[in-house]
Structure formats: structure tokens, C-alpha cells
């Protein structure tokens, strides 16, 4: 139905109409990270030697993993969306399948990290005790809001993406023009890795 | 009917610069408002359907116009920027040998305390022809220190130092407002300012010189009122001792938990039998109608100061 | 140019019954959804509003406690800002004319255009439970830390109804920008297409962008209050202030978001009733641009005695200057686009001279608080209340009053009766200054906003004020009387019964549903009305 009014005019087809579409939806996603960046900095700015030591206490080899597991996610979407110009529905659903199991690995890791940040009493979350022994504490704890902040909004967006992923690999019989909605799902999903690229360096690595 | 206000008094050096700008502003608008009323209204007339005008030809020269009326508007807008922004700059230079006052806004009051230590709530004496300076503090959420006969305002901010400054002119009393909305009673966090000559200032200054702490002043009253009688170390009457009392739970005789914040110890001297402490008799005898507001609220900050650690959670 | 008379059904009669209309696609029926809801709400937030005049005509405050004071103008102004203001012409007027004025059957994402409109009711589910549930009470603009800290009431409900119907304004947004980019009909350059699509088009540039500012900044708000999070909380090394920066730079383009299309509407009308092309018509569309964008850069002009730095206070006031000067270039197009023309005072036009009026009143006020000495004296009271009733009641709803009545007949395909009409305009016209003039007045001398008692000297003005809002509230039931009376027994309206340019009048009233028999083409410049004049038609080519 979204197609048949594309026809006209100008229009050069439903599947630019469609990306052009998305695109603009992620230009105002971007500013919603934007925003929270842009407080973070802020933040980080004025208070710098406080944010040096709240990111020390993150784990950098955790992070890196993660960081790892959304690249090869990425990757496995974008063979997915070759496969599925190509005809090849089944390779292109098992993609689509390892893209999912990636995501949810990310989630895991990032809970489990969660989990070790509230055991050493770093995560200043849902009044949990907070005994920061690095320089300037009242700061650092900023660091830590603007953390969760940051990688709360990110992990939602993570978990939207693999919802969207998983609707494609098991509906993906019932879609009129599957391998288009895969095009523009693995754009969201390229999106919410390009993020997580920003927020890796300026959360673990602040030196 | 005979109590209408048309225009805001000017009491301050302030207020006559800033009213300057604030009638030229009115003076361009009504001209350029004028003027473009009468266009449309003129257009209205002459060129209503079935009149008889001349509507041959161009409407003017397109270019021309739209920069001819684009340069004049941002001519004049920039004018008026030049003009309020180095207005405003002032704000950030009181002059020298100015009067400091320190100036609490919590919810839903304002407490001024002068150089000497003299305390007022929700009023201000200020001396005409002396610059002074009102340092401001939030206790709680972000209040606004509002002056109109003085044309100031700004904003109290909990967790920064900000500050005010003006030059009175003219003895008299005017308005003063909370202007940042703060909760369930901000329209009746104000009061007044009451300006004075120079040597009435100083009498009044004068006449109350204190250099204790509130939760000093306090203690003294503590005992002047008798509350030490019973509630001191050697009070014949079994009283709740009050030390590490204030911030911590306290158990009631009706199986509830209170937290004893100042809520509490205001209700505690003025209605004693609201809450009783478990265990203990409702003997206390009611202050209400017996304590000033101000002396209150000293007994409050002393025994606040006896038991400290850590404030009650919003 | 004629239309056959009966080729067919219109949009209205495709397809009966509830179920029909809630799964509906068709961009017209959905403007329908958007404007039953809009209206309920309108009236929601309007009766907010007659509580807090009525309790304003004396200085105690004896109508209403204090708390419930300011839950009656925090749901007043959420419910206007988001859940009428942001929505109501484009989701109104643009969703049904947008195509119609494309030549295009359907807007490019028409389930999504649905899809808005749902995720518009689900969250104002959130913001209805809040106000039922006992009311918010931190004013609409929540400022912290009494929002994220102190409030006792139901700040995470509203501020999540909020939040989501954001994202039906994003939706709405993307749908617009893709449709004007995509499916322009043949001919249809950039510098043919009416300004309310311009208008259209700038607004939804900044709900796409803007939008998402609020969407973090509530996200941190309701991260605080529930999880304790404490980014706004100075013992914690937050920055209340921080918050103010965050909300303003979203909510200060949201006021373009609502006035924008307003303004649009006002261009289509003006020159129709002139029969005379828009004077200037480029520089209204690249206008309509420029508010955009500078919009983006002023926010700070709500902050100048917030505490941030004065150099901060200098270069926004500078900005908020420079805003000012496309605005009123607009002003003198509409007001010379009368000049030489053939001019008739329908209804439309009426309001459209009206918000002329209004608008530009309201925008003086703007000057004033944009001079960052003269703001010291004037932020924080009914001076500014006055001016933003001005721009967005006296401006944007009498505009969007105007385009109702304008478009009527296209979209009911019945005509109104033209004197019930006028004599609510004319109404509506002079409540509204009785309401909102003294409050000029009153911020001058020093009222404080959001006050619910004050001291007596204010009460002349109060009292006029509440009078005016009286004949203001009159204005605005009579529409809902006479109009709803047309749709039944008004007369068939013809396909162009204003005789206007623009594709949307070359198809039946009402259209069909997919909206053109033959489609358009567009051979000229907008706007061409009138004789002939030597480099003067509409734009240039």
C-alpha cells in the first residue's frame, strides 16, 4: 500500500522512498544521542579529573568484547541484506538469525557488567550504595549517571533492533517484499552500532 | 477602583534606564503597529470588491522593497540588542563599597540576614542611596528573587552562588516576589522591601545586633520557654530526649514511623498531642499562640543542630 | 476550471462503520481521527483555563487550594502545548491537503501516518491517568530539581505521555518530508509549491530534529525519579540547569513546530481573498526556511536570569534579534499582498486579517524580552504570558480557525453559514484582547506567572482579563455549533467555491478517495490570481 502512491511525480520508486524515509527517522535519532552526548561532554569537560576515574573503573575488556560482538552483528546483517538481494532467502534468514543471537549477547554481557558495576557499589542506580574511592566523588558519580544514561538508551535501541530482526527471520514468508524491509531494518541496526562505536571510546577510554 | 496600578514604581537607579528602553520599545511599537494597521485597514477600504481603484499595474518593485524593509528591520533590532545587552551588562558590575546581604530562598520563604547579623523573613530594609548586593542561596529548588519597583530578578539556584545588586532610591515599601515557580506555595513566597533613609537604616540595624547562629539563639530560648525543664538532663518529667533525634526515624505511640524532620518539631512544640512518641505520656503543654514565627524557627535550627547525620530523603 | 459534479463516492462513503475508519489509511480519514481528537482536547485544556480565570477575578485564592492551582495550569498548558498546539495543522490540515495539494493519491507512509495517530492516543492514555490519578503540578515546563526531586505528584505518568506522543509528531514529520521530497506531481517544482507546503516542510524539518531533545531530556527526568539516577540533583554534582538548556532547546523550536504551519495557512488565504498573488512569495518560502533553522539557536533567550553567563545571555539575545527579521518579512508580504488586489471578507479572511493582527502584536512583545535589560524586568510574569497567548492562541489558533473554515467545503464538501461565521470570528477577535491585553499590562508592573493569589492592586486587570475570556471561550464554542450544524443540513459546497488556485480545489468536494480523477499537472507559478502583471506572477520562473 505505501508503494502504490509512491508512483507518481518525481518519485524515483518505493525503494528510495522508503530509505530516504528511514534515513530521516535515524537523522532524528542521532540527535536524540546527540543530546545525551553533548551533555556528557559537557559534563566531562568541567569535571575532568573526575571522569578520568569513573571510566577507570569500567571494564575495558568487557567493553571491547562488546564492541567486538556488535561489529561481527553488523557484519552478519549486511551479509544478510547481500543474501536477501540475491534471492537467497534461507542463508539470508540464518544471518538474520546469528544478528539476533549477537544482539542478545550484547545484552548479556552489558547485564553482566551492570551486575559487577552494582557488586563493587559503582552503579548509583534505584538507591543502590555507591562507594566511589577515586577523586572527587560527587562528580564521578555524574560520570556513572551519564553512563547508565547513555548505555540504558543505547541497550533499548539494541533490543528494538532485535526484535525488528526477529520479526524479519520468522515472518519472513509472510512479508510482500521481505528482502526491502531487511534493507532498511539492517540500516536501523548499522545505526545503533555506529552509536555504540561513539560511546565506546568516550565512556572507557576517557584518559 | 482606587487601587489601580497603571505602571510599576520606579524606585531604584535602575528603573528609570530600564523603563527608557522599555517606552522606546512601546513608542516603536505602537508607530510600525500604527502604520501597518492603517495599511491594511487602508488596502481594506480602497480595494474592496466592487470599489472603483486603479489596480493597473505593478505593486511595486519586489527586490527593492523586501531589502529596503529586511536592512530596516535588522537596523533596528540591532539597535535595540546594543542597547538592552549593555543594560544588562551592568548586572554584572555592582559597584564598590556595596552592602552584602545574604538572602536564603527555601520552600516557601525567603530569610535576609545583614552584615551584623540581623535576620528578617520575608522582609528586607534596605538603605536608599547605598549599592547593595544580595548574595542568594537555594535550600531546596530553584527560587527567583523578584524586585519589579527595582526592575531585578534572578534566579536562586540550589548548588550555585548567584546574586543580585541594586541602588535604592526612594523610602518606601514595595513588592517583592518569588518568580520561579517552586511548588504548592509560591504565590505566597513574598513580602516586602521596605527602603529607608541612611540613618533610619542604620537605627534599625542597630537595634537587634546579634552575632550568634540561629541554632545558637536557639539554645537560649530552649531554655528561656522551659523546654530544658523536661527535655534537658535533669528534667523531672520523662521527656524524649532530643539529642539524635532530628533526621532519624521516631517510633509513635500509634505504631507509625515518622522521620523527624523540621515538619515534625514545628508540629511537636505547637501541637504536641498530634504525634505522641511511643512510650512516652501526652503531658506536653501546646506553645501555639506563645512562640513569634522567628523564634520558631530558632528552636527548630537547635534542635536540628543536636542531632544531625544526614537529612530526611524527599 | 470545472469538475464533474458526481463521478463516483467520496472518501466518506468508502468503506462504513467504526471498524472501517480505525484501520483506515486514507490520509483524509485520518485527519478526521486527528481533528475529533484534537478538539476533545482543546476543550480538556480550555476548561483548565476558564478554572484558572475564574479563580483569577479575585486576589485570594479562594476558588481552588494551592495544589490544585497548579495542577489546573500545568494540565493546561501540557494538554495545549503537546496534545493540541504541535499536532493540530499538521495533523489536521497538512495530513488531509498535503497530498491533495501534491497532486499524490496518499502521503508516501500512509500505515504510518495511521500509526501516528495511534501512538498519539496511547500516549495520552499516560498523561490522562495522570491528571485523573491526582494531577502533575510542576508546571508544563518541569523544571528540576523540583520535578525530578520534590514533586509529589504524577510527573513520571505525564512526562511519559509525553514522551511517546513524540513520537507520533517524529512519524508524522518523516511522512511529510518524504512526501513533498517524492511525489511533487509533474511540473511541480520547488518554487511552485503553495507555502503552506514550504511552511509544512520546515515545520516537519524541526520535529524530526527537535523532537528527540525532548525525548532524552524527559528520558532523564523519569530515569531520576525512578531510578534515582540524580543527574539534575546539585548534592549529587548535577546541574538543574543543565535541564533548562536540554528542554529549551527542544521546546524553543517546538514553538516554530506550532506556529509555522499557521502561518502557511494565512499565505494560501490572504492572497485568495486579495485575488492577488502573494507579494514576495520566495522570500516567504526561504522565510519559513530561515525561522527554522535559526529557531535552533535561541533557546537561551528563556534563560537570561537563570544563572547561565551574561555572554551566554548576549549571544542568544543577539540570535533572538536576528529571528525576528524574517518574521516580519513575512508580516509585510501578507499586509502588501492586499495592495491592488479585489478584496472580499469571507470568513477565512476575517481570521486570516485577524491572526495578521494578533501575530504581529504578539511578536512586539517578543522584542521586548529579547532585550536582555528590559527581559530582567518582564521574564517570569503575565508579560510573558501575554506574549506566547498571543503568537499561539491569538496567531496560531485563530490561523488554524482560519484554514477549518477555508478547507471546510473541500473536506465536508458543505458550505458553513458565512454569518455565524463572522460573527465568531469577530467574537473571538475581541475576547481575545480583552483576555490577554491587561496581561501585557500586569507583567509590566510586576505580576509574577503561575501565581495563584496575589496582591490586590492587580485585580482591575485580572478582572478585565477574565471578563475577555469569557467572550474569548464563546468565540471559540460557536465553530463546534455551526460547523457540526453543516455537515449536516449546510449546503453542497462545489468543487472551488472560493475560486482559489492550488491543486487540492481541482478535484470534487468531497474528494474521492484517491483524491484525483485525472491527475494534476502543474504548468505555473502558484498564487495566480488577478490580472496579469509584468513580473508579477506568484514566483518568479
Known sequence: ?207 | MGNIAFHPLEASTLAPQVDLLFYTLLAFSFALGTFLVFLVVRYSVLYRTGSGADRTGPRGRHIVIEVAWTSASALIALGIFIWGASLFLERDNPPTGAIEIQGFAKQWMWKFEHENGRREINELHVPAGKPVIVKLGSEDVIHSLFIPAFRVKQDVVPGMATSLWFEATKPGTYDLFCAEYCGTEHSRMRGHVTVMTDQDFAAWLAASPSSQTLAEEGAALFRSYGCSGCHGPGGTVRAPRLEGVFGHPVALADRRTVIADEAYIRDSILNPTKDIAAGYDPIMPSFKDLIEEDDLMRLVAYVKSLGTAGKASP | MTVAASAGPSYFAEGAGIRAWLTTTDHKRIAWLYLVSLTAFFFIGGAAATLIRIELVTPAGDLVSDDSYNKLFTIHGIIMVWFFLVPSIPATLGNFLLPLMLGARDLAFPRLNLASWYVFIFGSFFTLYAVIAGGVDTGWTFYTPLSSMFSNSHVSAAAAGVFIVGFSTIMTGINFIVTVHKLRAPGQTWFRLPIFVWTLYATSLVMVLATPVLAATLLLIILDRLFGIGIFDPSQGGDPILFQHLFWFYSHPAVYIMILPGMGVVSEIIPCFARRPLFGYKAVALASMAIALLGFLVWGHHMFVSGQSSFAGVVFSFLSFCIAVPSAIKVFNWTLTLRKGTISFETPMLYALFFLGLFTFGGFGGLFLAALAVDVHLTDTYFVVAHFHYIMVGGMVTAYMAGLHFWWPKITGRMFSESWGRIAAVTSFLGFNLTFFPQYVLGFLGMPRRYHTYPPEFAFWHILSSAGAVVLAIGYLLPLFYLGWSLFKGPRAPANPWNATGLEWQTRSPPPKHNFDTPPEVIGPPYAYGPPVEGERGAPE
Open chain 1, 1 to 207: 500500500m505505501s508503494g502504490e502512491s509512491a508512483h507518481q511525480g518525481e518519485g524515483t520508486g518505493i525503494q528510495a522512498t522508503g530509505e530516504f524515509g528511514v534515513f530521516i527517522f535515524l537523522g532524528s535519532e542521532a540527535l536524540l544521542f546527540g543530546g545525551l552526548i553533548l551533555t556528557y561532554v559537557v559534563a566531562r569537560l568541567h569535571h575532568h579529573e573526575a571522569f578520568v576515574g569513573g571510566s577507570a573503573e569500567l571494564s575495558l575488556v568487557t567493553g571491547t568484547a562488546n564492541t567486538a560482538i556488535l561489529l561481527t552483528s553488523s557484519f552478519a546483517i549486511a551479509l544478510a541484506t547481500i543474501w536477501g538481494e540475491e534471492g537467497k532467502d534461507n542463508r539470508a534468514r540464518l544471518a538474520l538469525a546469528v544478528t539476533a543471537a549477537l544482539g542478545l549477547l550484547f545484552l548479556c554481557v552489558k547485564a553482566y557488567e551492570y551486575y559487577d558495576e552494582a557488586q563493587r557499589h559503582v552503579l548509583p542506580v534505584l538507591g543502590l550504595p555507591f562507594d566511589y574511592s577515586g577523586p572527587d566523588p560527587q562528580h564521578a558519580r555524574l560520570f556513572f549517571d551519564a553512563y547508565l544514561a547513555l548505555t540504558g538508551t543505547h541497550g533499548l535501541h539494541v533490543l528494538t533492533g532485535i526484535g525488528l530482526v526477529l520479526t524479519l527471520t520468522l515472518g519472513w514468508k509472510r512479508l510482500g517484499r521481505p528482502a526491502h524491509w531487511l534493507k532498511l531494518g539492517a540500516l536501523y541496526w548499522h545505526f545503533i552500532d555506529v552509536i555504540w562505536v561513539f560511546l565506546f571510546p568516550i565512556l572507557y577510554m576517557v584518559r
